[in-house]
């Protein structure tokens, strides 16, 4: 037996917010179904990172004798949950290589004639393990690309503000660009603005959870301690929700930071530039 500290999460406290999420070192927390859900204890080292960034004081340590981890017991945890966790939990332990525990999930799901999830195949688009799918690289150099082509700026992933994680050291200290989806197929010379910069790009209109967004936003200003905020949107009017969304940020922030506003033409011309 050993003394293993793990976090627990009240379901009937927790909002959903998901600022535990980018707060947990490991991924192991996940947004499911509206609530925050350890998807595996597997990388839980219960120090309670994800504690502090709780509002409801929904997540506790709790602390106990136990085996070594045991998936069949984990698994028993994880099928009350419901298959959106049983989901994530198997596509955790993919992603970390944890071939034997999963090989044991799967094991557990057939003795218990539990229908196994369909889960992502090398190369989808990563999900359920932000702070270990992060990449930051050098800019390409040109003559590594083929004669005539445009290095990308891009220095790097992931870019959707869901999926970015504050806490990513490409943040750290850096100037900040956040883009309407749209900008980047309507402005011809997108990547200039996106020189030197970090990226985050999100939809004001279709995404949802933007509380989250707010909350990563300022997470980006207090703790990333980022240096300028750019914020580019289209024209139309529901792209403003992005600026507001901003603007949210910021006022919560304990820092403050220089925000400025750019608006794309649906032509692909800049219509307004200016700081906030």
């Known amino acids: 037996m050993v003394l293993r500290e793990i976090i627990t999460i009240d379901e009937d406290l927790c909002t959903g917010c998901g600022d535990c999420v980018p707060a947990c070192p490991e ?5 499911i179904d509206g609530k925050a859900r350890l998807v595996s204890d597997l990388l839980c080292d219960g120090l309670g990172a994800c504690i502090g960034h709780c509002p409801e004081d929904a997540i506790t340590v709790e602390k106990r004798e136990a085996e070594p981890y045991d998936e069949k017991k984990v698994m028993e945890s994880i099928v009350k949950q419901g298959e959106n966790t049983i989901r994530a939990h198997l596509q955790h332990l993919k992603d970390h290589n944890q071939q034997e525990f999963f090989d044991q999930a ?30 930051d690289f050098e800019d390409t150099k040109e003559k590594q690309l083929p004669k005539g082509s ?36 309507s402005l011809g010379d997108f990547h200039k603005h996106l020189k030197s910069k970090s990226l985050a790009i999100a939809c004001p209109k279709l995404d949802s959870n933007q509380e989250v ?19 580019m949107i289209m024209q139309v009017p529901c792209c403003s929700g992005l600026l507001t969304l901003a603007k949210k940020a910021a006022e919560n922030a304990e820092r403050k ?20």
């Open 150 to 185: 445009m290095p990308s700026q891009l220095r790097q992933w992931p870019v959707q503000l869901h999926l970015v994680p504050p806490r990513a050291p490409y943040f750290s200290g850096q100037d900040v660009l956040l883009a309407a989806d749209c900008v980047a197929y």
């Open 27 to 31: 991924g192991a927390i996940q947004i």
């Open 213 to 231: 967004y707010v909350n990563k936003l300022r997470a980006l200003i207090d703790n990333a301690k980022i240096n300028t905020l750019t914020v």
């Open 106 to 135: 799967i094991l557990f799901l057939k003795d218990n004639e539990i229908d196994i999830p369909d889960l992502k195949e090398p190369g989808d688009v990563p999900c359920g393990c932000p702070g270990s799918q992060i990449m």
């Open 257 to 276: 930071i220089p925000i400025k506003k750019i608006v794309v033409g649906i032509k692909g011309n800049i219509i307004n530039e200016s700081w906030m």
